[in-house]
């Protein structure tokens, strides 16, 4: 009688699934760390604390303190470090519909901050993380990876409703009358590695404590307020 064939180990998918556990679930470092360059990672944690670039002390991308980061080299300011961007002192924990340039990248040295139009689903994003967000703690509350479940109804759009003249730039007020908006901006196809949607009521963010470690690409008129590489201005001045 010929042996049974061995049945193909589990071990290499239990060792992946113990490493999602760490990655989501390893409480962020008590020093300042910096964060890693956008350019060698796809993702950060959102308790990850990195330095302020104008303070130089802990800032996390959401946390007690708002932050805002630079679409030009990835690094996070505390709002109110800034001298020149009191409007970004108005912004929620973890509002994106902004485009923002440092003092260090801006050509004249000073901050560029302006407010841009956002997506649905990244307006319905920002309430999860802002409702999720523990203010005694200063941490995201998580079950697993995933935020707890809010009702859309009763949680999420009064939340947006109350908030809407600070985080839906250009949106209109009407299209939060029911839950349509939302649940079409969450139920897309494009959007299911985001979202959790319970019987068209609850909603929860997957992978709640990863965000994208690159900040949102700048607009042709705030990247001509740039300072250009060393190597750009030369060869410029060549021509």
Not at 12 to 41: M, N, W, Y
Request: proline residues 5%.
């Amino acid at each position: 009688l010929e042996a049974p064939a061995a049945q193909p180990s589990e071990a290499p998918a239990e060792a992946e699934a113990d490493a999602l556990l760490v990655r989501f679930e390893a409480p962020a470092s008590d020093q300042i760390q910096a964060s890693a360059p956008a350019d060698d990672a796809e993702t950060v944690l959102v308790d990850q604390e990195s330095s302020c670039a104008v303070c130089g002390h802990g800032c996390r991308a959401l946390g007690a303190d708002v932050a805002v980061q630079c679409g030009a080299c990835a690094q996070w300011s505390h709002a109110r470090c800034l001298s020149s961007a009191a409007e970004a002192t108005k912004l929620c924990r973890y509002q994106r519909n902004y485009e923002f340039v440092c003092a260090s990248c801006a050509e004249n040295g000073t901050e560029h901050f302006e407010m841009r139009p956002h997506s649905w689903r990244m307006i319905v994003e920002t309430a999860i993380f802002n409702l999720a967000f523990d203010p005694s703690s200063g941490r995201l509350r998580v079950e697993g990876a995933m935020t707890p479940f809010f009702s859309i109804r009763d949680e999420v759009i009064p939340w947006l409703v109350e908030r809407f003249d600070q985080v839906c730039t250009d949106r209109e007020l009407a299209k939060l009358t029911d839950n349509e908006t939302v649940l079409k901006a969450v139920t897309h196809p494009t959007v299911s590695e985001i979202f959790k949607v319970n019987q068209r009521t609850l909603i929860a963010l997957k992978r709640a404590r990863e965000l994208s470690a690159r900040p949102q690409s700048l607009s042709g008129k705030t990247q001509t307020l740039v300072r250009k590489p060393p190597g750009a201005a030369a060869s410029a001045a060549d021509e």
